[in-house]
């Protein structure tokens, strides 16, 4: 059934400082210059460097294992017959799974005391263990909704976490948004579409603000909305909506199903794009004119997790 294990990983923070600036000691002389503790970069890298070599000596189980960077992730040809083991933060499995098909996925912890691992059930020590499971059929798997936004010319993009509809920049995003039999013309810093996996995220920062704001202005705050990983719907949050002769704020949030998407029409001739969680340079252009119909997605991500 499985074929190999694909090893995926990301560039620590001083890989990424040295690819930036050439060499280590470029990047230390950055680092340093902005009052950072130079040596915790080193640890940190060290650290995972170790539990990477540890882990990939781990899964010899019997199938090849092919080592892939995480900035290679969205143009990997999946067969459909790999397992996933992703050596994480949690960011890393979020930005994977969605790109997985319905592989089962291992999140896998290499650095304990610096990541909470929410998405990272395993330590390095117990991944060869969830693998085994994986090929015996025996492991238990969570399988988490997923959005997506679709185009009418059929492209698509998928959200572990959530979705982001705006300006790239800072500019005012303008559309027209259709959502349970109602439609509104709007002018808002974005459209923010949260999987449940993703409710306590971006999402509940919005509440937080909302909550604060209505306590010290008299009002009595509501409570946050709250989606469970496999609730098949999604909630939307319209941010910082403004009210002018051409743009209103009635329909400023909501639940998204099968059943009722979440429609948007771009009317921002340049700068528009659809995002998923926090990857600005994962997008879709969307300019004037173009439609995006947002749903659950039929795809699911299957995590291991026990």
Known sequence: MFEKILLVTRRTRLAGLVERFNTKKQAKFYVEHAGQDFEEFEREDEAYV????????????GLPVQHVDRGLVPTFLFSGKEIVVVAGQDGLVANVAKYVGEQPLVGVNPDPERFDGVLLPYEVAGARGA??????????????????????????????????IGARTHVSARYRLSHGGQEESQSS???????????????????????????????????PWRLGWEEPRLAFVVREPFVSRHSGAEVVG???????????????????????????????????????????????ARLVVG
């Open 50 to 61: 170790r539990a990477v070599d540890r882990l990939r000596d781990s899964l010899d189980v």
């Open 131 to 164: 693998v085994r499971k994986v090929l015996e059929g025996k492991a238990r798997l969570r399988g988490v909704t997923l959005a997506e936004a679709r185009l009418e010319d059929g492209q698509r993009l998928l959200a572990f976490n959530d979705l982001f």
């Open 254 to 300: 909501g639940f998204v199903t099968e059943e009722q998407e979440l429609v948007l029409e771009s009317r921002m001739p340049s700068g528009g794009v659809i995002f998923s969680d926090g990857m600005e340079e994962d997008f879709l252009v969307f300019g004037a004119g173009a439609r995006a119909h947002i749903r659950p997605a039929r795809q699911r």
């Open 189 to 223: 810093s974005g459209v923010l579409v949260s999987t449940g996996a993703g409710s306590s995220g971006w999402l509940s920062s919005i509440f937080t603000l909302a909550r604060s704001l209505t306590a010290q202005t008299g009002g009595v705050p509501g409570a």
